[in-house]
């Protein structure tokens, strides 16, 4: 196989690719994360293949689940997390090293994605997901109209949850595949164990929250950043690349420790402005979905603090009942108290901060030059 296809060397853009001369970063990055995804997506869909079909052998009805479960983990996503993994691996082990034998511990990241996806709809009572119907809606409209016994509803929210588990062993599964040395796959899968640790307790500090808001802070809100985005998107993903090289370079893994930790919590701060201002053709979500819950993100308790006492009363009416005119009004109010600003800075303030941790350590200069536009379109992005 040619070492600059899509499992070979991703370092290289191919001469006849047009490169943007406004925006090269830019350029260069889109071409190899094309190639990236293109390999990771392939990896899945032939992994979860076989394990449809497996299940299929067993009853139809399994199959028809899995399949369900296999859907969810195919239907789109930016495949963020397998990408910062990539450019972890790829910045500890230089150019040159052959991408397939990491290729199903990069892919493994999306089925832990899928897992958390779906068992946070369901949390968060979300009817859309990426422009279409949540797992649970979905599973629970078929019950409908298929005519079946008992609550549909009820019976989509239990559907959805095994949905999620399913993809939770099924990432277990691959990245077993991995070929690696048994010592260093070992490695791996500490830090693997870690991130779901981190990103459980992270989403439930963000399930407390919804039931306190009003004890709620802007530190805890940051906390819950820090652990249920920033560790599980970009973090984490880093540091297991990192361990897919097997490196032992301090001074590289600290780089990336600064640098995940600050773009991952960049990332979600920009997910606070897109649950109120983004648009839902874009995001596939519903505008405002955050003051319709109440949810207390770093934007909405940053505005309660910076917020008038006139405006602090209307900022009471997030999480209530509110129709389309009193959301808009909301979000109007968000941006008078001056949180979106403050929010905008915070997020600056990362990418500088991320960018300063990459500038200490030497690092193979092509993932250098990508985690520097991924820190960028990670966090100025509409979806």
């Known amino acids: 196989m040619a070492n600059d296809g899509p499992t070979g060397n991703l370092l290289r853009v191919a001469p006849e690719q047009p490169i943007d001369e406004d ?11 094309r190639d990236l995804v293109a390999a990771v997506d392939r990896t899945l869909a032939e992994f979860l293949t076989a394990e449809v079909d497996a299940l299929s052998e067993i009853d139809a009805a399994m199959g028809e689940f899995a399949a369900t479960a296999r859907d969810y983990v195919l239907g789109g996503g930016k495949r963020v997390r397998s990408t910062f993994a990539y450019w972890g691996w790829r910045g500890a082990v230089g150019g040159e090293q052959p991408l397939e034998p990491v290729l199903p511990a990069l892919a493994t990241l999306e ?7 779906v068992h946070d709809d369901v949390m968060d009572a979300s009817a859309t997901r990426r422009g279409r119907p949540t797992a ?25 949850v095994l949905i999620g588990d399913l993809c939770m062993v099924w990432a277990d599964q691959l990245l077993a595949r991995a070929t690696l040395p048994a010592p260093r796959l070992l490695e791996v899968r500490r830090g693997y164990d870690r991130m779901r640790v ?6 439930y500090l963000d399930v407390l929250g919804e039931t306190e808001p009003a004890n709620w802070s802007v530190d805890r809100a940051l906390r819950v950043a820090r652990y249920k985005t920033a560790s599980y998107t970009v973090l984490r993903p880093l540091l297991f690349g990192a361990s897919l090289a097997g490196t032992e370079d301090t001074m590289l893994i600290d780089a990336y420790t600064r640098y995940g930790r600050a773009v991952g919590e960049a990332f979600q701060l920009c997910d606070d402005l897109l649950g109120v201002y983004g648009d839902p053709d874009t995001t596939g979500k519903p505008a405002g979905d955050d003051l319709r819950t109440g949810k207390p993100t770093t934007l909405l308790m940053l505005a309660r603090q910076l917020a008038t006492p006139a405006q602090r009363r209307t900022l009471d009416g997030t999480g209530r009942c509110v129709d389309e005119p009193a959301i808009a009004r909301l979000a109007e109010v968000v941006v008078d108290t001056g949180a979106v600003d403050r929010i905008e800075r915070m997020i600056d303030e990362r990418i500088e901060e991320a960018l300063t941790a990459l500038d200490t350590v030497a690092v193979d200069e092509t993932a250098r030059t990508a985690l520097v536009g991924l820190a960028t379109t990670a966090t100025r992005r509409s979806a």
Do not use: C, K
């Not at 079946?148 to 559907?159: L, M």
């Not at 981190?198 to 989403?203: D, F, H, I, L, R």
């Open 111 to 117: 089925l832990l994605h899928t897992f958390a996806l």
């Open 136 to 160: 649970h809606v979905a599973v629970a409209a078929q019950h409908a109209a298929d005519g079946r016994h008992g609550d549909s509803d009820r019976f989509g929210e239990a559907v959805a």
């Open 23 to 33: 925006d090269p970063i830019r350029a260069v990055l889109a071409a190899y994360t």
């Open 198 to 203: 981190e990103t459980v307790a992270g989403q």
